[in-house]
């Protein structure tokens, strides 16, 4: 199972939040000075978060993102903010190896498809930020329907992979929740990486035991919770 060190990014500074909120961000710094941090301990890829795009202003921190790509090299998945065809687009033709796409996903969900047949499949990962079985959107701001539903809907429009962040836990680092992972992974042939909730490495090992593909690492590797190498050997 693969280990994404997340290197989420608000208003220029790389933070982690605690339930999506922008006001509990912790800041840690310039963005490329974490990521750089993360792949000198054996990281080799990263998942990068745009938070003001997810927050209604796309066009933040697109110099931050930009330079990690150019400075590190390394496999870089990116969501927040991605709300056209061309934004996405854009963020490809860029060196993004692969789009997150969540609630333009919802609203349009032929746009995975098309992505698809344009950059391949490994390009294009559906976000899944489900709270209690139900898809939330715009910032984790409004519901959408059942998570398994639209999982399956994004895979017959041609989603590549799936990223499941289970909002009820997200940040909180209070452990998983593998029930919606277990139930997820039993309805999609799709590769499902997950995020939210992850601080031990028992989490690590479970998610693994249950055939995710990869995780998503935060605010426990962040607070110091969790040792990157350690989790990164247990996911072996």
């Known amino acids: 199972m693969r280990v994404f060190p997340a290197v989420d990014i608000l208003g220029g500074n790389c933070v982690q939040l605690v339930q999506g909120r922008r006001e509990s961000a912790t800041v840690f710094g310039d ?20 938070l003001d795009g997810a927050f209604g202003r796309s066009g933040e921190n697109v110099q931050h993102i930009r330079k990690i790509i150019r400075e590190t090299g390394v496999e870089v998945q990116l969501g927040g903010g991605i709300r056209s ?4 687009s854009s963020w490809l033709d860029t ?14 969900p032929g746009v995975l498809g098309r992505l698809a047949q344009e950059f391949g499949k490994d390009r294009v990962m559906a976000g899944l930020d489900a709270r ?35 909002v009820e836990v997200e940040g909180l680092q209070e452990g998983i929740d593998p029930q919606p992972v277990e139930d997820l992974l039993r309805k999609t042939r799709l590769p499902v990486t997950v995020a939210g909730g ?27 919770r969790l ?10």
Not at 137 to 156: H, T
Not at 198 to 218: E, F, P, Q, S, Y
């Open 132 to 166: 209690q079985g139900e898809v939330t959107v715009e910032g984790w701001q409004k519901s959408a329907g059942n998570y398994i539903d639209w999982a399956r809907r994004f895979e017959e429009c041609g989603a590549g992979s799936l990223l499941f962040t289970n």
């Open 227 to 236: 040792n990157l190498v350690e989790a990164m050997e247990a996911g072996r």
């Open 31 to 50: 963005p490329l000075s974490c990521a750089v941090k993360w792949l000198s301990l054996g990281a080799d890829c990263l998942h990068v978060v745009n």
């Open 95 to 108: 060196g993004v190896s692969r789009v997150i796409l969540g609630t333009l996903a919802t609203k349009d």
């Open 85 to 88: 065809f061309e934004d996405a």
């Open 198 to 224: 992850i601080t031990t490495i028992n989490d690590i090992r479970l998610l693994k035991d249950l055939g995710a593909h990869a995780a998503v690492l935060g605010s426990a590797l962040y607070s110091g």
